[in-house]
């Protein structure tokens, strides 16, 4: 038998570091958002704007159409963020499309109370769990 230090000897090594592929969070958004993706945030985002000013009323002052252009915005980077990256496959389901359902309702509540620029803010704080969600929630149900 040998000694621990020729066993060890013999071992191949590794040459270099492996590092796992992240499915969440800031670092797997990076590699996953692309161009298309950055497209139709900027699509959704005018879609959104004329949605929302359309149900708010467009002759709010501009601080209310302000939050509207940004609550528009983050919905739209939402909503943008469910497309798939090229080469991968579009999966859909229950538990991720809370943030897109959160999404909807807060252009339902900016609809159902009188349009102020606390009632369109809180319609916006609707996105910031949303958006916490997309990016570091689960794409998927675990079963």
Not at 18 to 30: D, E, F, I, K, L
Not at 73 to 78: E, I, M
Not at 95 to 112: D, E, H, K, N, S
């Amino acid at each position: 038998m040998s000694s621990p230090e020729e066993f060890f000897a013999r071992v191949p090594r590794s040459t270099g570091a492996v590092r796992a592929t992240p499915a969440s969070g800031p670092a797997y958004w990076r590699t996953a958002w692309t161009p298309r993706h950055t497209v139709a945030a900027v699509l959704l985002a005018a879609a959104l704007f004329a949605l929302n000013g359309t149900v708010a009323g467009w002759g709010t002052g501009p601080a209310i159409l302000g939050v509207l252009a940004l609550v528009s915005v983050a919905g739209a980077l939402v909503l943008a963020s469910y497309l798939p990256s090229p080469g991968a496959p579009a999966t859909a389901s229950t538990c991720a499309a809370g943030p897109a359902v959160m999404t909807i309702a807060a252009t339902f509540l900016i609809g159902q109370q009188p349009v102020t620029l606390a009632s369109v803010a809180l319609a916006g704080l609707l996105l910031v769990p949303a958006a916490g969600l997309r990016t570091f929630g689960p794409t998927a149900c675990v079963s």
